[in-house]
Each structure stands twice: as C-alpha cells, then as structure tokens.
C-alpha cells in the first residue's frame, strides 16, 4: 500500500485547499478511504471517510460544512476539499485507506506520509 499526499501548503484565513492522495499498490476501488490530521502536540484526528460505495462521512463537528471528501476510481485518488480554512485547521494532513470497515479509527489500515497545511495570515 503506497499513499501519497499533495495540495498543502500556507493559505489565509478563510481560503480553501484541495488536498489529494495518489494511491498504488492495492485495488483502490475496493478500499475505504480516509482523511485524518495532526497538529503538533497533538493526537491525530480522523476527518472523513469515503467507502468503496462512494458513501461519505465527515466525522468532527469543527469541519462539517466546510470540508468534503470524494475519489476518483479511475485515478486511483482520493481528495479532500477544505474550504473557509481557519487558523486552527493547520495540521499534518494524512490519508488511510482500509479495506475492512467504513468506519474506521486512527489504528486502522495504512497511512500516508502526510502534507502540511498551514492557516495563517
């Protein structure tokens, strides 16, 4: 299982990013994918999961509404849409994927290396 995490970066207050994490080396379409984060000093955090069904989740109440999950099984890629970005969404952001559950925690399935974002003025 390769997972690789791209789209970060430093964006303002109230812009949006659109992460993305190229997968290889398993049969994607089948998978449960995930998009968690970790700030420094602290435990790392499950945002949303999209199932192999194109089912969605969106886990913590601090993003509903502003962030998406979606996949391309074609591209073998999962992405995460971050819109209205504050201060406190700055993170290492990581992808899973896991073929067992739809609703995975932090010790399920694979992680990538993670992409930072940074909100800041």
């Known amino acids: 299982v390769q997972l690789v995490e791209s789209g970060g970066g430093l964006v303002q207050p109230g812009g949006s990013l659109r992460l993305s994490c190229a997968a290889s080396?398993?049969?994607?379409?089948?998978?449960?994918m995930s998009w968690g984060r970790q700030a420094p000093g602290k435990e790392r955090e499950l945002l949303a999961t999209i199932a192999s069904t194109g089912v969605s989740t969106i886990y913590p109440d601090s993003v509903k509404g502003r962030f998406t999950i979606s996949r391309d099984n074609v591209k073998n890629t999962v992405y995460l849409q971050m819109n209205s970005l504050k201060p406190e969404d700055s993170a290492v952001y990581f992808c899973?994927?896991?073929?067992?559950?739809?609703?995975?925690?932090?010790?399920?399935?694979?992680w990538g290396q993670g992409t930072q974002v940074t909100v800041s003025s």
């Open positions: 080396g398993f049969a994607f379409s089948i998978y449960h």
């Open positions: 899973n994927a896991n073929p067992y559950t739809t609703t995975p925690t932090v010790h399920d399935g694979n």
